[in-house]
């Protein structure tokens, strides 16, 4: 693996991760846990479609990534 796969599988996986921690119960989606592993992980997955020139992925990981900051704002926004 080179180091755009690292970057991409590391990001997909604190997606993935996020999304199980949820089913299971662990995490809810407004907790910061969640915001940020998506936030992390899709702005690490974006970069990786970006370095690859994959236009369909950059398109959902940038969009993955502006709600995560949108959720992150909101959350912000609700503890001040």
Partial sequence: ??????????????ILLAYFLNVI?????????????????????????ILLDYLPFIILEGAWTVVSIVSLI??????H
Avoid: E, P, R
Wanted: aromatic share 8%.
């Fill in 1 to 14: 693996m080179n180091i755009i796969d690292w970057i991409g599988s590391i990001g997909v996986f604190q």
């Fill in 25 to 49: 119960g662990k995490i809810s989606t407004k907790d910061l846990s969640f915001i940020m592993l998506n936030l992390i992980g899709a702005s690490m997955a974006c970069l990786a479609s």
């Fill in 74 to 79: 909101k959350y912000k926004s609700k503890i």
